[in-house]
């Protein structure tokens, strides 16, 4: 390996080209780091969970980061843009995990999603008149675990020739 650091065991993802965002349900909104709020129709907060804070990205495969940024800091909510935005998750920074490994903060993150989705048929036919889509707009940014360092660099190559923006490594014990 050409790295002091073997990345074995380590989990690898996509680097999106979204907006980093947080939901922060006690004031239901999401927000920048710098909390500043990012303004979202309801039909896509009611869809996140009551109690945990998640933290990932808004993302939209047609749109780039400077539309993406733009549409979601506009007051005025513009539903038919936001239906092909996705909420793509990576931690929940919840107080109470704080001690806990990113393995375990991943499982738990896991099961609130899988929680949180099964509103969604419930949200689509309340909001039917806005042709939401079939599949849930919040998904767990995938993360699989690195077996050498060429399983690394081939992850990496593949996401770059589709024109990705690159990966994100994370220590399993982190």
């Known amino acids: 390996t050409p790295y002091k650091i073997?990345?074995?065991?380590?989990?690898?993802?996509?680097?999106?080209?979204?907006?980093?965002?947080?939901?922060?349900?006690?004031?239901?909104?999401?927000?920048?780091?710098?909390?500043?709020?990012?303004?979202?129709?309801?039909?896509?907060?009611?869809?996140?969970?009551?109690?945990?804070?998640?933290?990932?990205?808004?993302?939209?495969?047609?749109?780039?980061?400077?539309?993406?940024?733009?549409?979601?800091?506009?007051?005025?909510i513009i539903n038919k843009i936001f239906i092909n935005f996705t909420y793509n998750v990576f931690d929940i920074p919840l107080e109470e995990l704080v001690n806990k490994t990113y393995t375990d903060r991943l499982k738990i993150l896991k099961h609130v999603v899988k929680v949180c989705n099964t509103k969604w048929p419930m949200i689509r036919n309340k909001y039917a008149d806005l042709n939401l889509p079939k599949r849930s707009p919040l998904r767990i940014v995938p993360q699989y675990v690195i077996k050498d360092f060429n399983y690394a660099y081939k992850f990496y190559k593949k996401i770059i020739k589709r024109n990705g923006e690159g990966v994100i490594l994370r220590l399993p014990n982190s």
Not at 11 to 33: H, Q, T
């Open 6 to 76: 073997d990345p074995k065991g380590w989990y690898i993802s996509e680097k999106l080209d979204g907006v980093r965002s947080m939901w922060i349900p006690g004031c239901n909104m999401f927000a920048s780091r710098s909390m500043k709020e990012y303004f979202i129709p309801n039909w896509f907060k009611e869809l996140m969970p009551d109690k945990c804070m998640l933290d990932g990205e808004f993302y939209n495969k047609t749109l780039n980061f400077q539309r993406l940024s733009g549409v979601i800091r506009r007051k005025q």
